[in-house]
C-alpha cells in the first residue's frame, strides 16, 4: 500500500510563495517519477510539473519560472515551491507517484487559494 502525505497550502495573496511537500511510504527504488497536479472548480485536472528519478523536470507553461519542483531521494519527498503566486493559481493540488510504468498514486490534496 502506498501511502502520499501531503503538507503545506493555504491561503496568500498575490505575489506571495507557498511550498508544498509530499513524502511517500514506499521504497525509494521503486517510485519513477513524482510530481503535482492541480484541479480548479469546473476544470479538469493538470499537470503542474513533475521530476524524475534522475532528476529531470517538466513544468506547465503556465507556471514555467515561478514555480521549482525538486525530490529527494533518500527522503521520498517531493517539494514544489511556488513563487509569484497568481490567482489563477488557485486550486486543489494534488501529489502523484508513478510507481514502474503504470502504477499512479494519488495523496488526499491540499487547497491552494490565492487573494487579489
Known amino acids: 500500500q502506498v501511502q502520499l502525505v501531503e503538507s503545506g497550502g493555504g491561503l496568500v495573496q498575490v505575489g506571495g510563495s507557498l511550498r508544498l511537500a509530499c513524502a511517500a511510504s514506499?521504497?525509494?527504488?521503486?517510485?519513477?517519477?513524482m510530481g503535482w497536479y492541480r484541479q480548479a472548480p469546473g476544470k479538469q485536472r493538470e499537470l503542474v510539473a513533475t521530476?524524475?528519478?534522475?532528476?529531470?523536470?517538466n513544468y506547465a507553461d503556465s507556471v514555467k519560472g515561478r514555480f521549482t519542483i525538486s525530490r529527494d531521494n533518500a527522503k521520498n519527498t517531493v517539494v514544489l515551491q511556488m513563487n509569484s503566486l497568481k490567482p489563477e493559481d488557485t486550486a486543489v493540488y494534488y501529489c502523484?507517484?508513478?510507481?514502474?510504468?503504470?502504477?499512479?498514486?494519488w495523496g488526499q490534496g491540499t487547497q491552494v487559494t490565492v487573494s487579489s
Open positions: 521530476i524524475t528519478s534522475a532528476g529531470s523536470t
Open positions: 502523484n507517484v508513478l510507481i514502474g510504468l503504470t502504477k499512479n498514486y
Open positions: 514506499v521504497s525509494r527504488f521503486s517510485i519513477n517519477a
